[in-house]
């Protein structure tokens, strides 16, 4: 029924793992998991700018029959986010291109908290790659879609 996330402090390199939970308030110990993820948690030494856009995607079936008529069906809603950031020096620059180059674009899916303060996360791909900008100092901007699921992941 719900998502939640768990960082582990330190640097961990076990074969395998046991996750085990305790709920006093589950007498039947009933436990559903539907996608457990793990992975390396990358900190930039540099923020985006402080708003980032959002934008809700509703995504819809489409069928026109062999007579002309039209049926729509919802899919599902998700939300686009758009990153930006301004006045970079070159290697704060080449931090961001080399994270998005060793994730391969929109290749590995990713886990992000815009906003570590608000303790909401998605799960999702970036969509675009990084988009330039190149004046006395560097900015730019990159779009993340959250995956179909279309919900936020709470700590």
Not at 107 to 118: G, H, R
Request: overall charge negative.
């Amino acid at each position: 029924q719900y998502d939640a996330f768990k960082f582990l402090g330190g640097t961990r390199t076990y074969r395998y793992w046991k996750m085990t939970f305790d709920d006093a308030t589950n007498p039947d110990t009933y436990i559903q998991v539907g996608h457990a993820m793990m992975g390396l948690a990358t900190t930039l030494s540099v923020n985006y700018s402080y708003r980032w856009r959002e934008i809700l995607e509703h995504v819809n079936y489409q069928f026109i029959s062999e007579m002309g008529v039209e049926h729509l069906a919802r899919l599902f809603k998700r939300r686009r986010y758009s990153f930006s950031w301004n006045g970079l020096s070159n290697a704060q620059m080449a931090e961001i291109v080399s994270m998005f180059s060793s994730l391969e674009c929109n290749m590995t899916p990713v886990f992000i908290l815009p906003d570590p303060d608000l303790t909401d996360g998605y799960f999702g791909r970036w969509v675009s790659d990084p988009e330039i900008s190149v004046d006395y100092y560097r900015s730019g901007s990159v779009e993340f879609r959250e995956s179909s699921r279309g919900r936020s992941v709470g700590a």
